[in-house]
Protein backbone atom coordinates (compact mmCIF):
# COMPACT_ATOMS: atom_id res chain seq x y z
CA UNK A 1 0.00 0.00 0.00
CA UNK A 2 1.11 3.78 -0.69
CA UNK A 3 2.34 5.35 2.45
CA UNK A 4 3.01 9.21 2.89
CA UNK A 5 6.52 10.10 0.95
CA UNK A 6 8.41 13.00 2.23
CA UNK A 7 11.53 13.98 0.57
CA UNK A 8 14.37 15.18 0.90
CA UNK A 9 15.25 12.64 3.42
CA UNK A 10 18.08 14.42 5.14
CA UNK A 11 18.82 18.62 4.31
CA UNK A 12 21.52 20.34 5.58
CA UNK A 13 21.44 23.90 5.18
CA UNK A 14 23.89 26.79 6.82
CA UNK A 15 22.25 29.43 9.60
CA UNK A 16 19.89 32.10 7.85
CA UNK A 17 19.42 29.81 4.66
CA UNK A 18 16.02 28.94 3.36
CA UNK A 19 14.87 25.21 2.99
CA UNK A 20 12.05 23.87 1.60
CA UNK A 21 10.26 20.52 2.57
CA UNK A 22 8.35 18.39 0.20
CA UNK A 23 5.17 15.59 1.71
CA UNK A 24 3.08 13.73 -0.72
CA UNK A 25 0.12 12.53 1.31
CA UNK A 26 -1.69 8.79 0.78
CA UNK A 27 -3.65 8.80 -2.32
CA UNK A 28 -7.34 10.34 -1.71
CA UNK A 29 -6.09 11.91 1.59
CA UNK A 30 -7.61 15.31 2.29
CA UNK A 31 -5.60 16.38 5.18
CA UNK A 32 -2.11 16.60 5.53
CA UNK A 33 -0.25 17.57 8.85
CA UNK A 34 3.66 18.40 9.89
CA UNK A 35 5.43 18.25 13.16
CA UNK A 36 8.62 18.59 14.63
CA UNK A 37 10.36 16.41 16.67
CA UNK A 38 13.06 18.16 18.35
CA UNK A 39 16.42 16.08 19.83
CA UNK A 40 15.10 13.67 22.61
CA UNK A 41 11.44 15.52 21.88
CA UNK A 42 8.11 14.69 21.30
CA UNK A 43 6.80 15.36 17.97
CA UNK A 44 4.98 18.75 18.02
CA UNK A 45 2.75 19.84 15.51
CA UNK A 46 3.36 22.96 13.36
CA UNK A 47 0.23 23.31 10.78
CA UNK A 48 -2.38 21.28 8.99
CA UNK A 49 -4.16 21.72 6.02
CA UNK A 50 -7.77 20.08 4.62
CA UNK A 51 -9.01 20.29 1.15
CA UNK A 52 -5.86 22.81 0.27
CA UNK A 53 -6.89 25.26 3.21
CA UNK A 54 -4.98 25.94 6.01
CA UNK A 55 -6.81 24.15 8.72
CA UNK A 56 -5.11 24.58 12.15
CA UNK A 57 -2.02 26.04 13.12
CA UNK A 58 0.40 24.78 15.71
CA UNK A 59 3.57 25.76 17.20
CA UNK A 60 4.66 27.05 13.76
CA UNK A 61 7.32 29.86 13.74
CA UNK A 62 6.32 33.06 11.76
CA UNK A 63 9.53 32.11 9.81
CA UNK A 64 8.03 29.21 8.67
CA UNK A 65 4.88 28.85 6.08
CA UNK A 66 3.27 26.04 4.61
CA UNK A 67 0.36 25.45 1.67
CA UNK A 68 -0.89 22.12 0.03
CA UNK A 69 -1.56 22.66 -3.91
CA UNK A 70 -3.87 21.69 -5.87
CA UNK A 71 -2.30 17.86 -6.00
CA UNK A 72 -3.11 17.31 -2.27
CA UNK A 73 1.19 17.43 -2.12
CA UNK A 74 2.13 20.16 0.56
CA UNK A 75 5.24 22.03 1.09
CA UNK A 76 6.90 23.38 4.75
CA UNK A 77 8.96 26.33 4.04
CA UNK A 78 11.51 27.68 6.55
CA UNK A 79 13.15 30.97 6.16
CA UNK A 80 15.95 32.54 8.17
CA UNK A 81 17.00 29.32 9.53
CA UNK A 82 18.35 28.58 12.80
CA UNK A 83 20.18 25.99 14.74
CA UNK A 84 17.43 25.51 16.81
CA UNK A 85 15.20 24.51 14.19
CA UNK A 86 17.61 21.18 13.39
CA UNK A 87 14.79 18.69 14.23
CA UNK A 88 13.38 15.51 12.57
CA UNK A 89 10.16 17.02 10.35
CA UNK A 90 6.98 14.57 9.56
CA UNK A 91 4.34 15.12 7.68
CA UNK A 92 1.39 12.82 8.04
CA UNK A 93 -1.92 12.13 6.16
CA UNK A 94 -5.89 11.19 7.03
CA UNK A 95 -8.44 10.90 5.29
CA UNK A 96 -11.28 13.76 6.90
CA UNK A 97 -13.85 13.72 4.14
CA UNK A 98 -15.74 10.66 5.06
CA UNK A 99 -13.72 8.84 7.72
CA UNK A 100 -13.23 11.73 10.06
CA UNK A 101 -9.59 11.62 9.79
CA UNK A 102 -9.10 9.61 13.32
CA UNK A 103 -6.22 7.95 11.99
CA UNK A 104 -2.88 9.54 10.72
CA UNK A 105 -0.31 7.86 8.41
CA UNK A 106 3.11 9.18 9.07
CA UNK A 107 5.67 9.77 7.08
CA UNK A 108 9.27 8.74 7.51
CA UNK A 109 10.32 12.51 8.20
CA UNK A 110 13.03 15.03 6.78
CA UNK A 111 15.88 15.37 9.04
CA UNK A 112 16.81 18.66 8.79
CA UNK A 113 20.22 19.91 10.25
CA UNK A 114 21.38 23.58 10.25
CA UNK A 115 24.87 24.41 10.84
CA UNK B 1 -5.66 20.26 30.29
CA UNK B 2 -5.73 17.81 27.51
CA UNK B 3 -2.29 15.69 28.10
CA UNK B 4 -0.77 11.89 27.81
CA UNK B 5 1.92 11.05 30.20
CA UNK B 6 4.58 8.49 29.45
CA UNK B 7 5.79 7.93 33.51
CA UNK B 8 8.87 5.77 32.05
CA UNK B 9 11.63 7.60 30.15
CA UNK B 10 13.21 3.88 29.57
CA UNK B 11 12.13 0.29 29.96
CA UNK B 12 14.12 -2.34 30.56
CA UNK B 13 13.11 -5.99 29.60
CA UNK B 14 15.08 -9.47 29.31
CA UNK B 15 14.34 -11.05 25.46
CA UNK B 16 11.40 -13.23 25.93
CA UNK B 17 10.18 -11.50 28.82
CA UNK B 18 6.92 -9.89 28.74
CA UNK B 19 6.89 -6.26 28.33
CA UNK B 20 4.86 -3.40 29.65
CA UNK B 21 5.17 0.66 28.27
CA UNK B 22 2.99 2.67 30.30
CA UNK B 23 0.88 5.41 29.09
CA UNK B 24 -2.30 7.41 31.32
CA UNK B 25 -4.07 10.34 29.42
CA UNK B 26 -6.22 13.41 30.50
CA UNK B 27 -8.84 14.28 27.93
CA UNK B 28 -12.42 15.44 28.39
CA UNK B 29 -15.19 13.49 26.19
CA UNK B 30 -14.17 9.46 24.52
CA UNK B 31 -10.62 9.21 24.06
CA UNK B 32 -9.20 7.89 21.02
CA UNK B 33 -5.48 6.58 21.41
CA UNK B 34 -2.70 5.33 19.74
CA UNK B 35 0.71 3.93 20.24
CA UNK B 36 3.54 4.71 17.49
CA UNK B 37 6.92 3.54 16.95
CA UNK B 38 10.28 4.99 16.43
CA UNK B 39 13.14 3.57 15.34
CA UNK B 40 16.70 5.15 15.48
CA UNK B 41 16.39 7.92 12.81
CA UNK B 42 12.93 6.58 10.97
CA UNK B 43 9.24 8.05 10.72
CA UNK B 44 6.58 7.42 13.33
CA UNK B 45 4.93 3.68 12.76
CA UNK B 46 1.41 2.89 13.62
CA UNK B 47 1.36 -0.28 16.03
CA UNK B 48 -2.06 -0.14 17.40
CA UNK B 49 -5.47 2.41 18.30
CA UNK B 50 -8.64 2.34 20.75
CA UNK B 51 -11.58 4.11 19.11
CA UNK B 52 -14.52 2.15 20.99
CA UNK B 53 -15.16 -1.49 21.68
CA UNK B 54 -13.35 -4.10 23.36
CA UNK B 55 -11.01 -2.63 25.80
CA UNK B 56 -7.85 -4.95 24.80
CA UNK B 57 -6.28 -4.10 21.24
CA UNK B 58 -4.07 -6.07 19.58
CA UNK B 59 -2.00 -4.45 16.89
CA UNK B 60 1.29 -4.93 14.76
CA UNK B 61 3.68 -7.02 15.05
CA UNK B 62 2.59 -9.30 18.99
CA UNK B 63 1.81 -5.54 20.22
CA UNK B 64 -1.64 -5.19 22.35
CA UNK B 65 -2.18 -2.75 24.76
CA UNK B 66 -5.76 -2.69 27.26
CA UNK B 67 -7.65 0.69 27.65
CA UNK B 68 -8.48 1.36 31.33
CA UNK B 69 -11.22 3.53 32.04
CA UNK B 70 -11.76 4.05 35.29
CA UNK B 71 -7.29 4.32 35.10
CA UNK B 72 -7.85 6.43 32.45
CA UNK B 73 -4.75 4.38 31.13
CA UNK B 74 -3.87 2.59 27.97
CA UNK B 75 -0.51 0.11 28.66
CA UNK B 76 1.64 -1.46 25.77
CA UNK B 77 2.00 -4.93 26.01
CA UNK B 78 4.31 -7.35 24.34
CA UNK B 79 3.89 -10.98 25.66
CA UNK B 80 7.20 -11.87 24.69
CA UNK B 81 9.94 -9.36 23.95
CA UNK B 82 12.24 -9.50 21.12
CA UNK B 83 15.76 -7.73 20.89
CA UNK B 84 14.45 -6.04 17.65
CA UNK B 85 11.51 -4.26 19.32
CA UNK B 86 14.16 -2.53 21.10
CA UNK B 87 12.91 1.46 19.98
CA UNK B 88 11.36 4.59 21.07
CA UNK B 89 7.44 4.22 21.67
CA UNK B 90 5.21 6.86 22.20
CA UNK B 91 1.83 7.18 23.16
CA UNK B 92 -0.68 9.93 21.51
CA UNK B 93 -4.02 10.72 22.16
CA UNK B 94 -6.86 12.69 19.94
CA UNK B 95 -8.41 15.59 21.50
CA UNK B 96 -10.31 18.49 21.35
CA UNK B 97 -8.27 21.70 21.34
CA UNK B 98 -8.03 25.29 20.12
CA UNK B 99 -11.20 24.53 18.12
CA UNK B 100 -10.03 21.09 16.33
CA UNK B 101 -8.80 18.20 16.99
CA UNK B 102 -5.29 16.92 17.42
CA UNK B 103 -3.31 14.52 18.03
CA UNK B 104 -1.10 14.55 21.23
CA UNK B 105 1.84 12.47 22.08
CA UNK B 106 3.61 11.89 25.12
CA UNK B 107 7.13 12.36 25.99
CA UNK B 108 8.18 8.89 24.71
CA UNK B 109 9.20 5.35 26.37
CA UNK B 110 12.87 4.28 25.40
CA UNK B 111 11.98 -0.01 25.07
CA UNK B 112 15.65 -1.56 25.79
CA UNK B 113 15.52 -5.44 25.36
CA UNK B 114 18.67 -7.33 26.14
CA UNK B 115 19.75 -10.50 24.37
Known amino acids: AAGVIQSPRHLIKEKRETATLKCYPI?????VYWYQQGPGQDPQFLIS???????DKGSIPDRFSAQQFSDYHSELNMSSLELGDSALYFC??????????????FGPGTRLTVL | AQSVAQPEDQVNVAEGNPLTVKCTYSVSGNPYLFWYVQYPNRGLQFLLK??????LVKGSYGFEAEFNKSQTSFHLKKPSALVSDSALYFC?????????????FGSGTRLLVRP
Open chain 2, 50 to 55: YITGDN
Open chain 1, 27 to 31: PRHDT
Open chain 1, 49 to 55: FYEKMQS
Open chain 1, 92 to 105: ASSLVGTSGGIEQF
Open chain 2, 92 to 104: AVRAWMDSSYKLI
